[in-house]
């Protein structure tokens, strides 16, 4: 962790200062996108938890650069990353045993960052929470990850029997409407992958009960589902809880193709192999309506949390294995955008995160960087 000097935190005042006034002048802004408290006096540092908006020093960017070549230079063998893998799920078990729903809270600032979430004009005032009130435990997370196939091309997935599910669909829409599953009669559904212990479903199903609204959650981790259905907020009439493997691009879902409005992965994607990553995106866009939304939110290049990693802990570039054996890999805005687009989705939105967090009692201060992003299916061109 880092003391934070006083001669950084008036420059980091005065770039902020700066980006706060051009907000300013240009009419303001609400408090999402990415909240509204900008630091504009270095005597206010440690008034708050979290500053928004944090523009870095080229002495910033080159000291991070400089911590995550260090403690990259050291990789783990690749013949031992292969439990990193193989063993995940063990992991994660081990993990939500230990700690059942205690570790992670509630992201209530769900609805203010992503109001897609609900159809328009459903946004419920309970869950409305600036962002940046709730994220300072938010730092790890979930689902699967090592490397597997690691010859595969994955820059331009093969992605043929999501194609032809889709073609199918196209021919006969009404195919989605004469199958029997969960969720069935809802006129909105949406999926969330690596849901862990429902701390993004259960802001959901609260918000969603009486409506006709349907959400679907899954996590590999039999022991975060079966923790998800017995919360006391469970409701399977709006809910349906299963455990899934995202990385098993065979594994079926319990809806058809074509069938979500939208698809949210909150600190997921980040713990699969950067290689596997496509196929993973490609595979589950295909489970969008045209005019579906992907919303997307995880870890951002030189975050605090990659630059604390000692020696030995890189599997590979800018991605890491933890002590409890649970992996990260750290985005870059054009590594998103790469991502998303090439599964044939269009960019609504593509953020980069930063922000300072600040420890009061320790008078210590970390910079933060996270990615949000938001990718539409495109519908498919008229018929000329």
Same mark, same amino acid.
């Given at each position: 962790?880092?003391?934070?000097?006083?001669?950084?935190?008036?420059?980091?005042?005065?770039?902020?200062?700066?980006?706060?006034?051009?907000?300013?002048?240009?009419?303001?802004?609400?408090?999402?996108?990415?909240?509204?408290? $900008?630091?504009?006096?270095?005597?206010?540092?440690?008034?708050?938890?979290?500053?928004?908006?944090?523009?870095?020093?080229?002495?910033?960017?080159?000291?991070?650069?400089?911590?995550?070549?260090?403690?990259?230079?050291?990789?783990?063998?690749?013949?031992?990353?292969?439990?990193?893998?193989?063993?995940?799920?063990?992991?994660?078990?081990?993990?939500?045993?230990?700690?059942?729903?205690?570790?992670?809270?509630? =992201?209530?600032?769900?609805?203010?960052?992503?109001?897609?979430?609900?159809?328009?004009?459903?946004?419920?005032?309970?869950?409305?929470?600036?962002?940046?009130?709730?994220?300072?435990?938010?730092?790890?997370?979930?689902?699967? @990850?090592?490397?597997?196939?690691?010859?595969?091309?994955?820059?331009?997935?093969?992605?043929?029997?999501?194609?032809?599910?889709?073609?199918?669909?196209?021919?006969?829409?009404?195919?989605?409407?004469?199958?029997?599953?969960?969720?069935?009669?809802?006129?909105?559904?949406?999926?969330?992958?690596?849901?862990?212990?429902? @701390?993004?479903?259960?802001?959901?199903?609260?918000?969603?009960?009486?409506?006709?609204?349907?959400?679907?959650?899954?996590?590999?981790?039999?022991?975060?589902?079966?923790?998800?259905?017995?919360?006391?907020?469970?409701?399977?009439?709006?809910?349906?809880?299963?455990?899934?493997?995202?990385?098993?691009?065979?594994?079926?879902?319990?809806?058809?193709?074509?069938?979500?409005?939208? $698809?949210?992965?909150?600190?997921?994607?980040?713990? $699969?192999?950067?290689?596997?990553?496509?196929?993973?995106?490609?595979?589950?866009?295909?489970?969008?309506?045209?005019?579906?939304?992907?919303?997307?939110?995880?870890?951002?290049?030189?975050?605090?949390?990659?630059?604390?990693? *000692?020696?030995?802990?890189?599997?590979?570039? @800018?991605?890491?294995?933890?002590?409890?054996?649970?992996?990260?890999?750290?985005?870059? *805005?054009?590594?998103?955008? *790469?991502?998303?687009?090439?599964?044939?989705?269009?960019?609504?939105?593509?953020?980069?995160?930063?922000?300072?967090?600040?420890?009061?009692?320790?008078?210590?201060?970390?910079?933060?960087?996270?990615?949000?992003?938001?990718? =539409?299916?495109?519908?498919?061109?008229?018929?000329?």
């Amino acid at each position: 962790m880092h003391t934070l000097r006083s001669l950084s935190v008036a420059k980091l005042a005065k770039v902020s200062s700066g980006l706060f006034s051009r907000q300013k002048s240009s009419g303001g802004r609400p408090s999402a996108p990415l909240g509204s408290r $900008i630091l504009t006096s270095s005597d206010d540092v440690f008034k708050h938890n979290m500053w928004d908006h944090v523009q870095w020093t080229e002495e910033d960017k080159e000291n991070a650069r400089q911590k995550a070549k260090e403690n990259s230079c050291t990789q783990i063998p690749l013949e031992e990353q292969g439990k990193f893998d193989t063993e995940a799920c063990q992991y994660w078990d081990k993990f939500y045993t230990m700690h059942q729903d205690k570790f992670f809270k509630d =992201r209530k600032w769900l609805f203010s960052e992503f109001p897609e979430l609900l159809p328009s004009g459903d946004h419920p005032e309970l869950y409305l929470q600036p962002i940046g009130a709730s994220t300072d435990t938010e730092t790890r997370h979930r689902q699967h @990850n090592g490397p597997k196939n690691h010859d595969r091309n994955t820059d331009v997935p093969n992605h043929q029997t999501d194609s032809c599910q889709e073609a199918a669909l196209e021919k006969n829409p009404s195919a989605i409407q004469s199958n029997t599953f969960p969720g069935q009669h809802a006129s909105h559904r949406i999926l969330e992958v690596g849901c862990g212990v429902g @701390n993004s479903v259960f802001p959901i199903v609260n918000s969603i009960k009486g409506t006709d609204i349907f959400l679907y959650c899954c996590d590999f981790s039999k022991s975060a589902i079966q923790l998800v259905k017995d919360h006391p907020d469970y409701d399977d009439s709006v809910c349906h809880a299963f455990v899934h493997d995202i990385c098993e691009e065979t594994a079926s879902f319990p809806f058809p193709p074509q069938s979500l409005d939208v $698809i949210l992965a909150v600190f997921v994607l980040s713990s $699969i192999h950067p290689e596997r990553l496509h196929g993973i995106v490609n595979h589950l866009s295909s489970y969008l309506k045209h005019g579906g939304i992907f919303l997307f939110r995880d870890y951002g290049r030189y975050d605090f949390s990659q630059l604390r990693f *000692k020696k030995g802990r890189c599997l590979s570039e @800018n991605f890491y294995t933890r002590g409890d054996g649970t992996c990260v890999y750290f985005f870059t *805005k054009e590594e998103v955008h *790469k991502l998303f687009s090439n599964a044939g989705l269009e960019e609504i939105q593509n953020l980069e995160d930063r922000r300072l967090q600040v420890n009061r009692g320790k008078k210590v201060a970390m910079h933060r960087v996270w990615m949000q992003s938001k990718y =539409r299916k495109l519908y498919p061109p008229s018929p000329s």
